[in-house]
């Protein structure tokens, strides 16, 4: 409340973006959004760089699985960054939206800011699956008080590296940002940067050489679901970041030489639960697993299972 009156002519998006870059301190230390202030604390607040104009409509091909005049749930495939930023200013989900939703007089929501028309969540650019979309100002806040509120069911697939110990567990560990790697995230208790994560997963298949799981968050923290399975000693597969691999080619499996069986993380947001913006309605959306992480699936089952 304070950033809000302090500096009214920024929107409660913008300066909750500002907190999460860390452009916020007091008396020299990162802020959280919930930190109340005392008589006396000194706030810094360093003003980000204003956001480019918006994305370019994009004749990309795009998999809908549900339109409305309130909402759009998208299949979004591997390797696709979902709004522009430095370095991905081209081929986003948001560009890709913008060509398909807003011709002929349709719209999307700008409440998430220029560079993110319509966007209310967010996957990672190599995770594959379900993302929803708001069309209206209205159903992005009405859908993104669900994500607040923890009242959406979020389920993924992944394949990992390794073998859990439990068929099923759940694991509840804070995530902050990496001491070192500043692209990376890492468990960290009691640090300024981090927040409550909770994570459930279920054993589905054991291989010899990895397992697919069923993943549910119970919080939607940055790299979650990579982060904690990495922290039990099963991080997912071919993920580059946080398993030191970003190649799976045969003789990872001992197989004859051939084409690289995956080149990106194996996790797909599988299904997401969540109420229509509009009516209350109950909705379950699901993707198919994707061609890639069958390929990898196959390939596992071939040397046998655990």
């Known amino acids: 409340m304070f950033l809000v009156a302090a500096f009214p002519a920024y929107s409660r998006s913008f300066l909750a973006r500002a907190i999460d870059k860390e452009a916020v301190r007091v008396d ?11 008589s006396g604390e000194l706030v810094r607040f360093t003003v980000p760089q204003p956001p480019r104009e918006g994305p370019v409509a994009e004749e990309i091909p795009l998999e809908f699985l549900y339109v409305d005049a309130w909402m759009a749930v998208v299949n979004k495939p591997a390797g696709m960054v979902v709004h522009p930023a430095k370095g991905n200013w081209k081929g986003t989900l948001a ?38 979309v708001a069309r209206s100002e209205e159903a992005h806040h009405a859908l993104a008080r669900q994500f607040e509120q923890r009242t ?9 590296q390794g073998t859990p110990r439990f068929d099923r567990d759940e694991i509840d560990m804070p995530i902050g940002i990496h001491p ?32 697919l799981v069923r993943v549910t968050p119970q919080t939607g923290r940055t790299h979650q679901i990579r982060v904690h399975l990495a922290a039990i000693g099963c991080p997912v597969l071919c993920d580059g970041l946080y398993s030191g691999r ?54 596992l089952r071939s040397v046998g299972k655990a």
């Open 180 to 211: 070192y790697q500043r692209e990376k995230m890492a468990v960290r208790h009691d640090h300024t940067t981090s927040r409550e994560a909770v994570t459930r997963y279920e054993v589905l298949e054991r291989f010899r050489a990895g397992t």
């Open 28 to 38: 020299g230390l990162t802020a959280r959004a919930s930190h109340k202030l005392r």
């Open 152 to 160: 959406t069911a979020k389920t993924y697939l992944a394949i990992t």
């Open 95 to 132: 560009g890709a939206l913008k060509w398909h939703l807003e011709r002929e007089g349709g719209s999307l929501s700008t409440a998430g800011g220029p560079t993110r028309p319509g966007i209310v969540h967010r996957l990672d650019r190599d995770t594959s699956g379900v993302i929803v």
């Open 246 to 299: 970003t190649l799976i080619e045969p003789g990872f499996l001992r197989l004859p030489a051939g084409p690289p069986l995956l080149d990106r993380q194996a996790l797909h947001a599988a299904s997401i639960a969540i109420d229509h913006p509009a009516s209350g309605e109950r909705l379950t959306f699901s993707a198919p697993l994707p061609s890639d992480m069958e390929r990898m699936l196959a390939a």
